[in-house]
């Protein structure tokens, strides 16, 4: 079975500051890993995926990840955050295999402030 | 592009009445549609997986006969969440996944908050 644990319900930074989101995973096989952003009232926009291939992935609206296998880890980071960063931010776990198993399972969510 | 579309937006229904959630793949073809619940707050919770032209399956937990669903053709899904109560009320996402049996890519819709007073 899978698994997604995101550190942090709620993080805090300042305009201009490093932005870090944790995820860890657990995953009997190598998994396909997202970070997904939800903005309020709206629908999951994918930010960033891991399947195979670099370890560090970069995604839109200057956001990076790097997955760790040996840490099972799935951090997400940001050199500078602005304030259209502010947002709910969800880790997303998925078996590399198509078929009836392929699902996404999610963390429970980042909701991310940032304050001018 | 992968767009998927919902509607409604938003609906408020008397309780004891259904509601019908339109979830649409506008410009692919979709063999497999997710619906997920969320409340406030909260993570997503995955409903059901529909396939089209199947019975969908429903995750543990989850009253098939509460919440139908209908995957009629490669772009749309519809669920129905039918004698709504105001436990029911949430926001629901659909998400599409094109056809290839190997494709692993979600894409989701924006979402429908349904409010049962």
């Known amino acids: 079975a899978q698994s997604v644990t995101q550190l942090g319900s709620h993080v805090s930074v300042s305009e201009g500051a490093l932005v870090l989101l944790r995820c860890n995973y657990s995953?009997?096989?190598?998994?396909?890993l997202f970070w997904y952003v939800q903005y309020p009232n709206q629908g999951l926009q994918l930010l960033l995926k891991?399947?195979?291939?670099?370890?560090l992935v970069k995604g839109i609206n200057g956001f990076e990840a790097e997955f760790k296998k040996s840490e099972t880890s799935f951090h997400l980071t940001k050199p500078s955050a602005h304030m259209s960063d502010a947002a709910e931010y969800f880790c997303?776990?998925?078996?590399?295999?198509?078929?009836?198993?392929?699902?996404?399972?999610f963390g429970t969510g980042t909701l991310l402030a940032v304050q001018p | 592009g992968a767009v998927v579309s919902q509607h409604p937006s938003r609906v408020i229904c008397k309780s004891g009445t259904s509601v019908k959630i339109e979830c649409r793949s506008l410009?692919?073809?979709?063999?497999?549609m997710f619906w997920y619940r969320q409340f406030p707050k909260k993570s997503l919770m995955l409903m059901a997986t529909?396939?089209?032209?199947?019975?969908?399956?429903?995750e543990q937990g989850v009253e098939k006969d509460k919440f139908l669903i209908n995957h009629a053709s490669l772009t749309l899904s519809t669920l129905t969440v039918t004698s709504a109560h105001p436990e029911d009320s949430s926001f629901y996402i659909c998400?599409?996944?094109?056809?290839?049996?190997?494709?692993?890519?979600?894409?989701f819709g924006p979402g429908t908050r349904l409010t049962v007073t």
């Open positions: 998400s599409a996944r094109r056809g290839s049996p190997s494709s692993y890519e979600q894409y």
């Open positions: 995953s009997s096989v190598p998994p396909y």
């Open positions: 891991y399947t195979t291939g670099a370890t």
């Open positions: 997303a776990v998925s078996s590399p295999y198509g078929g009836a198993t392929n699902k996404l399972i």
């Open positions: 410009d692919f073809q979709a063999t497999t």
């Open positions: 529909s396939n089209e032209g199947s019975k969908a399956t429903y």
